[in-house]
Each structure stands twice: as C-alpha cells, then as structure tokens.
C-alpha cells in the first residue's frame, strides 16, 4: 500500500517553527528565510487541512492541534535521528561530561533522562567537581559546562545562559513588613562561598552592609538552598539553581531585587575535537534548547511576579 505523507520539506519546517514557537528561529535553524519556513508551514496546514498556528502581529502562538501535529512529528524525528546513529555493531557511544556539581545536581541532572530516551544508543558519564570556573590541565571529557566570562584560550565554547542572583528564603521566614519595619538584624544570612552577594543585597536594600558579615558561609549552591528551605536562614538563589525551590514552593524571593551575575554558562569542547561528531553536536543542542526553555519559563516567572 502506497504511504500517503505530508512533504518532508514542510514537516521540518513545522517542526522547527513550533519548538521555537518563532519562524525567525526556524529559519535560523534551517538555514533559511523566515518567509521560506512561512509558506512551508501553509502548506502542511493546507495538507491536513488544520491552522496549526495563529499568527500576531509580533508572535507565533501554536494551536491545540498544531501541538498535537508539533509532537507526533517530533517523535518520529527522534526515532529516525536514533536508527541514524545507531552503529552497524550496535556499541554504544559514550560521551563524558564535566560540569560544576551545583550545576549538575540542580539543573542538569534532572534533565538528562529526556536526551537519554531520545539517544539510548549515547551514553553518559558524568564528573562533577565542586568548583568548574577553572578547568585543570588533567581533566579530561568530552563536553563541559561551565560558568565564566568566556576567556578560554585551550577549548571551543558557547554560550548556554547567563544567571541572575536572588534572595531566597522560606515561606514566612522574612518579609517586606520586616524589613521596612527595620528588622533585618534579625534574618540569619547563608552564603554561598563567599559574603559577595549579600554585601551586594544588603546595601541594595539600603541596610547596613555590617549585616553582611554575619552568618554561615556553605562551599556548595545547593547546602544554602537546602539550608534556607528548612528555615535555617536566608540565601542567595540563581535563575540556574534555584528554579526547582521556587516551582514546589520550598523556597520564595522575599524582595523585589535581583543583580545579573558577571558570570554565564558556557558549552566546553576541547580545541582539537570541537563539536565536531554527531553525538557531541546532538548532545550540545539539546543543552541549548533546554536552556532555551529555561529561560522561557522564568521570563514569565519575572513576568508573573510583577503583577
């Protein structure tokens, strides 16, 4: 029986356009114009005979039935991607990752089940450190994550995010009242391997900075935000690492203040090999698209929480 299907040619560009909910991205992508992807997207609505988008003036909002197409080509896309890759011996192909520890336990960690269900065929190793801002002449991986200011002469690298600091605390622990009412003396402060950032809020808030030379000082992101959840104190949160608290409510920003971090995610590969094969490249972009979305979620966390 003769297959009957929608012209490929269209489904990527459908494809591409609803995971970016963005032509422009799509045709970035796809290494084409946004009016090219535009008319590729008309003609799989014409196929099925569906809208699959509406389109605004400045925005792309997907249909309830365009997501429904969006995932069903996805899928199949995966499950082509991964009979691709897999080797004629059918061994698996292993990629090691080095990446901060507070990184990996609350960020990547959580994420990397979905790319392994993608790609079952790649196999991941992880070697977490607990400071990455510095990459030793004997460490040896594939790809690494790590925070900086770009300014690494002996790999390849790309930008993955940038992170923006926050106070944190349990719910009820500290508020606005108190602190208009002049009662931060009374919040116990966590920092998070140095007194930098508070120092930074403190004065922020018009406090005194001798308050920021109080309190415990932690060597890992994740103990302060452990810490703060149970009520122990106060701490500074991230975009990177704190997202997780503040979805399960374990943890709220207090204060309406928050200061972009000197620092941003970077993609690492060694200089000689790059991002070169396929499974450091799958393994790369999938990273930049969870980061996209990451991103996404807390433009409309900010958004949200200025109403």
């Known amino acids: 029986m003769k297959r009957r299907l929608p012209p490929l040619t269209a489904m990527r560009s459908f494809e591409a356009a609803a995971r970016y909910e963005s032509l422009t991205k799509a045709a970035e992508e796809l290494g084409v114009t ?22 605004k003036q400045r925005s792309l909002e997907i249909t309830d039935e365009g997501r429904f197409y969006s995932q069903a080509i996805s899928a199949c896309f995966d499950s082509l991607a991964n009979k691709l890759l897999e080797p004629a011996d059918s061994d698996r192909q292993k990629i090691t990752i ?46 690494a994550v790590v925070w ?43 920092h998070n391997r140095s007194r930098h950032w508070w120092t930074m809020f403190v004065n922020l808030l018009g406090q005194n900075t001798i308050y920021a030379k109080k309190g415990q000082i932690f060597n890992q992101t994740s103990l302060c935000l452990a810490a703060a959840a149970r009520g122990g104190g106060m701490t500074t949160g991230a975009e990177v690492t704190a997202r997780q608290f503040l979805e399960d409510g374990s943890l709220i920003i207090p204060f309406a203040v928050r200061l972009p971090s000197p620092d941003s995610y970077y993609i690492l590969a060694p200089r000689n090999e790059g991002f070169s094969t396929e499974p450091i490249r799958l393994l790369k972009d999938w990273l930049i698209t969870e980061a996209n979305k990451h991103r996404n979620w807390f433009a409309q966390y900010w958004n949200d929480s200025a109403k």
Do not use: M
């Not at 946004?34 to 389109?55: C, H, M, N, P, T």
């Not at 992170?163 to 508020?175: L, R, T």
């Open 34 to 55: 946004q009016s090219a992807v535009s008319k590729q997207v008309s003609i799989l609505e014409d196929y099925l005979g569906k809208q699959l988008f509406i389109r």
């Open 148 to 190: 900086g200011r770009g300014d690494w002469d002996r790999f390849s690298f790309e930008p993955l995010f940038t992170n923006v600091v926050f106070p944190v605390c349990a719910p009820g622990y500290f508020s606005q009242e108190k602190l208009e009412a002049g009662r931060f003396h009374e919040v116990n402060l966590i």
């Open 98 to 143: 080095l990446a901060d520890a507070d990184f990996t336990q609350l960020w990547l960690f959580s994420r990397l089940p979905e790319f392994e269900k993608r790609y079952p065929n790649i196999e991941i190793s992880i070697n977490s450190v607990s400071d990455l801002s510095v990459i030793n002449k004997g460490d040896t991986f594939d790809l």
